[in-house]
């Protein structure tokens, strides 16, 4: 079956450093989603990605699809103490009612 | 954020004890989901529902059941609880496939000693 991977696991920056995390599926996605969820909460949806090589940025945050829709990135520029908690990327297979999450990427800003 | 509650927030139950889990949300939307979230395994979907008693399988359906009667509450019942099932139960609700974008609740920890 589909599965969705996601490194790394753990990403411990300096303020102020940027940060990426990556997805990968194991077969051809119709969509990805990401989503953020801080610690003790719950997940929280930021973005879809539905075309080849799409790019959306949400202020710091830079999303990408690739090209063959099985790979995806997330890029915060410049982290801050408000960015800290688990990223996780959702893929969604071609007539498919349901997403497949990755495992998701921890993140630690040290002030 | 989206009204979707969880009830109960926490609960504590022995082995081979039943067990229910409500969800309920009052946006309306069509689809709703049930994952289990475990260290290093993130979210893991357990059964999901396409419309009023309609639901299929997720990755990690065994020993769980859902009930959908209507559209605004999602049962997940724990037949006969393991240690296994220990775990954050997160329900999810969304508007359409391929759009779709999941509104979660705050979760329901349960520990099954």
């Known amino acids: 079956g589909q599965q969705v991977m996601q490194i790394p696991q753990y990403q411990h920056v300096q303020e102020g450093e940027d940060f990426t995390t990556y997805c990968n599926s194991s077969t051809t996605l119709s969509n990805i989603q990401w989503y953020k969820q801080r610690p003790g909460g719950h997940p929280v949806f930021l973005i879809q990605?539905?075309?080849?090589?799409e790019v959306k940025k949400q202020k710091r945050l830079t999303f990408q699809f690739g090209e063959a829709k099985k790979n995806s990135s997330l890029h915060i520029t410049a982290t801050q103490t408000t960015d800290v908690g688990t990223y996780f990327c959702a893929g969604e297979e071609t007539s498919y009612d349901k997403v497949i999450f990755g495992p998701g990427t921890s993140l630690s800003v040290i002030p | 954020d989206a009204g979707i509650t969880q009830s109960p927030r926490h609960k504590v139950t022995e082995t081979g004890t039943p067990v229910t889990l409500r969800c309920h949300q009052t946006e309306n939307h069509r689809y709703m989901y049930w994952y289990r979230q475990d260290p290093g395994h993130g979210l893991r979907l357990i059964h999901y529902?396409?419309?009023?008693?309609?639901?299929d399988k997720g990755e990690v359906s065994d020993g769980y059941s859902v009930s959908r009667s209507k559209t605004e509450d999602f049962l997940l019942t724990l037949e006969s609880a393991t240690s296994s099932q220990t775990s954050v139960y997160f329900c999810?609700?969304?508007?359409?496939?391929?759009?779709?974008?999941?509104?979660f609740g705050p979760g329901t920890r349960l520990t099954v000693l």
């Open positions: 999810a609700s969304g508007t359409q496939r391929g759009y779709n974008e999941q509104f």
């Open positions: 990605l539905v075309k080849s090589g």
């Open positions: 529902s396409y419309g009023v008693k309609d639901t």
